[in-house]
């Protein structure tokens, strides 16, 4: 009855997880059971004002990210982060390490259409259930079964210094769901989804993770292939060395290096859009990075190329195949230095783009309307005011460009209050 009370308790507290950034969060409240098993309970409110000015070129871009309006905008919301808490259970029985994790994260801001007013119970804010998984570990490595965040580039939105601030895209008024940071600007997300993924043990320098997952809808302008036979395969190697050797007392300098990849395929089962030949689609792609931490310094650069799957949010709107069901190859980079002054403050670059590319058929029909790129040069001021409580200022530059050259630009500046507990 004790351990049911006291995670009863838990569970009545712990109503959002922060997925993205498992690392960011540090427990500070942890209870021991008599039975060897302990619960841990740890997250993160955050809150930004947002400013953001836009201009636009009069014409649409099909699949730009960056708003097509004229004139400021004001914001009060999430971050990149949603706010969070993650409850953690986890136990020893025999040689088996056991775990499980449930995880909510709701926005602090409310979602309407625009025009609608404001009413106390508008559906924005409503808690988003990030994750849900088990995990089964020993000294041979670790198995995940359920959902989180998928392999294929994950280390690229991990290491982004936006995933503590707003990065792109702070919306209009009723936009819910988080900020956009640099997914779409340098990165496509690697969503959460239903997976079972073996990783290779977390204490050795080359660490192997591969997994298969859920897989989704392949998505075009000619329709979706959703009859899937297989499920989506997901793989990531890091490897993370020290670089000379540390002076006493202090961490040292180390990189770590990541590449991964992804693969799925798809069936119209029998229907083949637009008298084509093949009723099979397939996506795939490849993410790289390194990190040097170099003393006080920073620097991350990273990448990715891929075929099918789309740019900004993947798998998850008709990009990733044109109206012939030929794939679209789309790329992008991420180049970021951060140097951190003192204890208390901390300065950050970066610049990133993610970048569609035309197939012959969007060519030979002159889809100039297409998005060329979005790119995103952000700049970051953080001060740790205490060890938990981080105030955090930022500005972007942010722009949408389409084969016609046509641009929509946004100038945005934001400062807010993140608090880890």
Same mark, same amino acid.
């Given at each position: 009855?004790?351990?049911?009370?006291?995670?009863?308790?838990?569970?009545?507290?712990?109503?959002?997880?922060?997925?993205?950034?498992?690392?960011?969060?540090?427990?500070?409240?942890?209870?021991?059971?008599?039975?060897?098993?302990?619960?841990?309970?740890?997250?993160?409110?955050?809150?930004?004002?947002?400013?953001?000015?836009?201009?636009?070129?009069?014409?649409?871009?099909?699949?730009?990210?960056?708003?097509?309006?004229?004139?400021?905008?004001?914001?009060?919301?999430?971050?990149?982060?949603?706010?969070?808490?993650?409850?953690?259970?986890?136990?020893?029985?025999?040689?088996?390490?056991?775990?499980?994790?449930?995880?909510?994260?709701?926005?602090?801001?409310?979602?309407?259409?625009?025009?609608?007013?404001?009413?106390?119970?508008?559906?924005?804010?409503?808690?988003?259930?990030?994750?849900?998984?088990?995990?089964?570990?020993? =000294?041979?490595?670790?198995?995940?079964?359920?959902?989180?965040?998928?392999?294929?580039?994950?280390?690229?939105?991990?290491?982004?210094?936006?995933?503590?601030?707003?990065?792109?895209?702070?919306?209009?008024?009723?936009?819910?769901?988080?900020?956009?940071?640099?997914?779409?600007?340098?990165?496509?997300?690697?969503?959460?989804?239903?997976?079972?993924?073996?990783?290779?043990?977390?204490?050795?320098?080359?660490?192997?993770?591969?997994?298969?997952?859920?897989?989704?809808?392949?998505?075009?302008? =000619?329709?979706?292939?959703?009859?899937?036979?297989?499920?989506?395969?997901?793989?990531?190697?890091?490897?993370?060395?020290?670089?000379?050797?540390?002076?006493?007392?202090?961490?040292?300098?180390?990189?770590?290096?990541?590449?991964?990849?992804?693969?799925?395929?798809?069936?119209?089962?029998?229907?083949?859009?637009?008298?084509?030949?093949?009723?099979?689609?397939?996506?795939?792609?490849?993410?790289?990075?390194?990190?040097?931490?170099?003393?006080?310094?920073?620097? &991350?650069?990273?990448?990715?190329? =891929?075929?099918?799957?789309?740019?900004?949010?993947?798998?998850?709107?008709?990009?990733?195949?044109?109206?012939?069901?030929?794939?679209?190859?789309?790329?992008?980079? &991420?180049?970021?230095?951060?140097?951190?002054?003192?204890?208390?403050?901390?300065?950050?670059?970066?610049?990133?783009?993610?970048?569609?590319?035309?197939?012959?058929?969007?060519?030979?029909?002159?889809?100039?309307?297409?998005?060329?790129?979005?790119?995103?040069?952000?700049?970051?001021?953080?001060?740790?005011?205490?060890?938990?409580?981080?105030?955090?200022?930022?500005?972007?530059?942010?722009?949408?460009?389409?084969?016609?050259?046509?641009?929509?630009?946004?100038?945005?500046?934001?400062?807010?209050?993140?608090?880890?507990?």
């Amino acid at each position: 009855m004790t351990r049911l009370a006291v995670l009863g308790t838990a569970a009545t507290f712990a109503i959002a997880s922060i997925a993205a950034v498992p690392r960011t969060a540090h427990a500070q409240l942890t209870m021991q059971m008599s039975n060897g098993w302990s619960l841990s309970f740890s997250g993160n409110v955050n809150a930004f004002e947002v400013e953001t000015f836009g201009s636009d070129s009069g014409k649409s871009i099909t699949y730009g990210n960056t708003n097509p309006t004229e004139g400021t905008t004001n914001r009060v919301r999430t971050g990149l982060l949603p706010a969070f808490a993650v409850f953690d259970v986890k136990g020893k029985e025999g040689p088996v390490d056991l775990g499980v994790h449930f995880g909510f994260a709701p926005q602090i801001q409310s979602g309407t259409s625009i025009g609608a007013g404001t009413s106390h119970d508008e559906f924005g804010a409503q808690i988003d259930m990030r994750q849900v998984y088990l995990t089964v570990g020993g =000294d041979w490595g670790q198995i995940l079964a359920g959902r989180e965040i998928g392999l294929y580039q994950r280390q690229n939105i991990l290491t982004d210094m936006t995933l503590t601030g707003v990065g792109a895209n702070g919306g209009q008024i009723g936009a819910g769901g988080t900020t956009l940071g640099r997914i779409g600007y340098g990165y496509t997300y690697p969503n959460f989804n239903a997976q079972v993924t073996y990783s290779s043990p977390a204490t050795n320098d080359v660490q192997v993770s591969i997994g298969v997952f859920d897989p989704s809808a392949l998505n075009g302008e =000619d329709g979706a292939a959703v009859f899937t036979r297989l499920p989506r395969v997901e793989a990531e190697v890091t490897w993370t060395g020290k670089l000379g050797t540390p002076a006493a007392g202090q961490a040292g300098d180390k990189v770590m290096v990541w590449v991964g990849g992804t693969w799925q395929e798809a069936n119209f089962q029998g229907f083949v859009p637009n008298g084509g030949s093949d009723s099979t689609r397939s996506a795939e792609g490849v993410d790289f990075g390194v990190k040097l931490d170099l003393g006080q310094l920073s620097i &991350v650069g990273s990448g990715y190329y =891929d075929k099918g799957v789309g740019t900004t949010l993947m798998f998850s709107t008709n990009a990733g195949f044109d109206f012939d069901g030929d794939a679209r190859t789309s790329f992008g980079y &991420v180049g970021q230095i951060v140097y951190k002054i003192d204890p208390k403050w901390t300065i950050g670059a970066s610049i990133g783009a993610s970048n569609l590319l035309q197939t012959d058929n969007d060519r030979a029909f002159g889809n100039a309307a297409l998005l060329k790129d979005n790119l995103d040069g952000a700049a970051m001021l953080t001060y740790q005011w205490t060890k938990s409580l981080r105030f955090v200022a930022e500005y972007d530059y942010i722009e949408s460009v389409s084969y016609a050259f046509d641009s929509n630009k946004q100038n945005q500046v934001a400062a807010g209050l993140m608090l880890f507990f």
